[in-house]
């Protein structure tokens, strides 16, 4: 019995290991970008750069905690447009759940559901 159950487990476990995988990889992807933004010349490509690094860190962190920036590749250049595109969309999608929370929070006597 005791077999089935871990079985089970395994099985409803492994479908989700890699949309985590893939959004963590993107997460991680994101960050080197936005790293390098971070060092361009124009002050508010650098600040948004540095904004949107400690959004896509924090995820990172949250995913995978020990993560090591130094181990990272940069975006290649050919990639790097779709890439800024991703990650946008990737940081649009998180101010929406921020904004759907905050409205359920608002209202009196509900808990909020992600």
Same mark, same amino acid.
């Given at each position: 019995?005791?077999?089935?159950?871990? +079985? *089970? *487990?395994?099985?409803?476990?492994?479908?989700? =290991?890699?949309?985590? $995988?893939? +959004?963590?990889? /993107? &997460?991680? !992807? #994101?960050?080197g970008l936005m790293a390098q933004l971070a060092e361009e010349d124009d002050p508010r490509v650098r600040s948004l750069g540095r904004v949107a690094a400690q959004y896509f860190l924090g995820r990172i962190d949250a995913a995978a905690?020990?993560? &090591?920036?130094? %181990? /990272?590749?940069?975006?290649?250049?050919?990639?790097? $447009?779709?890439? /800024?595109?991703? #990650?946008? &969309?990737?940081?649009? =999608?998180? %101010? !929406? &759940?921020?904004?759907?929370?905050?409205?359920?929070?608002?209202?009196?006597?509900? !808990?909020?559901?992600?």
């Amino acid at each position: 019995m005791e077999s089935v159950l871990i +079985a *089970v *487990v395994l099985a409803a476990a492994s479908p989700s =290991a890699p949309a985590a $995988d893939a +959004a963590t990889a /993107l &997460d991680q !992807r #994101c960050f080197g970008l936005m790293a390098q933004l971070a060092e361009e010349d124009d002050p508010r490509v650098r600040s948004l750069g540095r904004v949107a690094a400690q959004y896509f860190l924090g995820r990172i962190d949250a995913a995978a905690p020990g993560f &090591d920036p130094a %181990g /990272l590749a940069a975006p290649r250049t050919s990639e790097r $447009d779709s890439l /800024l595109r991703r #990650c946008g &969309d990737a940081m649009q =999608a998180g %101010g !929406r &759940d921020f904004r759907a929370i905050g409205r359920q929070l608002a209202q009196p006597h509900r !808990r909020p559901t992600v």
